[in-house]
C-alpha cells in the first residue's frame, strides 16, 4: 500500500515537471516572437529633424539649393512624411536672429499653409500673402528686405488652382476695395485671350491659365519694379521662380 502511494507521488512529480517544461518552453516562445515583434516596430525609421538655420548655412546655400529643398520639402508633405520638430525650442533659438531661405508671395487662401507645404518650420521663409498673390509697394519692400538684407535666396510667387481672386478678376467683380484690388490681376485676364475655350470662371481650365499667367505677371512686376530685387538676380545672387499648387494633392508644380 505504501509502495503503491510512493509510486503515485512519483509519477506526479514527473507529469508536473513535464507540463512545468511543455509551459515554460511555450513562454519563451512567447517571449522571443514578441521580441522579434518589437525588433520589427522599433525598425521604422525615425522622422527627420531640423533646426534653425545659421547665418554661415544661410550664406552657404544657392539659389538652385534652395528651390531643391522645397521641392524636397513639398514631396514629404504629400507623403505624409514630414520632418520632426521641436517648435518651443525652434523658437528660441530663432530669437537671437532669422537667416531665411526663401522670401515666398502666396494667396490668402486657407487652405495653403506655406510653411507646410514646403515642410519647413520657424525661421525658414519669408512668407508675404494676398488674394491673387500680386505685388505692390509693400510687398517689394518686403522682397528687398528678406533679400538684400537678410539674405534669403529666392523669391517664389505662389499661385494655385482653383483660386477666387483669379474667378473674381476674371468675372470684373465690383464690390468695395475688392474692385482696386483685383485690378492687381486683370492684366493676366487680358494676356489670357489667346486661350482656346471658353473664357469664363465657370472653365477650370481657363482658370489654371490664368493663374499661370498671373504668376508671370507678378515675377515680370518683381523685375520691372524692384532694381535691387533685378540686380540681385541678375548676378545669380537670387532667383525669382514661379509654382503653383494643386488643392485636390498638396503638389507644387515649379513653372522653371
Known sequence: MKSNFLSICTAAVVMASMLFSCNSGSADKN?????????????????????????????????????????????????????????????????????????????????????????????????????????????LGSMEFGCKVSGAKLILVLGHESCGAIKSA????????ITSMLANIRPAVIASQDFSGEKSSKNEAFVNYVLKNNVIHTIKNIKDKSPILKEMADKGEIKIVGAYYNIQTGAVTFME
Open 170 to 177: 476674371i468675372d470684373d467683380v465690383k464690390l468695395g476695395n
Open 31 to 139: 517571449n522571443n516572437a514578441g521580441a522579434n515583434d518589437s525588433t520589427q516596430t522599433t525598425a521604422i525609421p525615425a522622422p527627420r529633424k531640423e533646426r534653425v538655420l545659421t547665418a554661415e548655412e544661410q550664406a552657404a546655400l544657392t539659389p538652385d539649393d534652395v528651390i531643391k529643398s522645397l521641392k524636397e520639402g513639398n514631396e514629404r508633405f504629400v507623403t505624409s512624411n514630414v520632418t520632426a520638430r521641436d517648435h518651443s525650442a525652434m523658437v528660441r533659438d530663432a530669437a537671437q536672429g532669422q537667416f531665411p531661405k526663401a522670401v515666398i508671395l502666396s494667396c490668402i487662401d486657407s487652405r495653403i499653409p506655406v510653411e507646410d507645404v514646403f515642410d519647413k518650420g520657424i525661421g525658414d521663409l519669408f512668407v508675404g500673402r494676398v488674394a491673387g498673390n500680386f505685388v505692390n509697394t509693400d510687398l
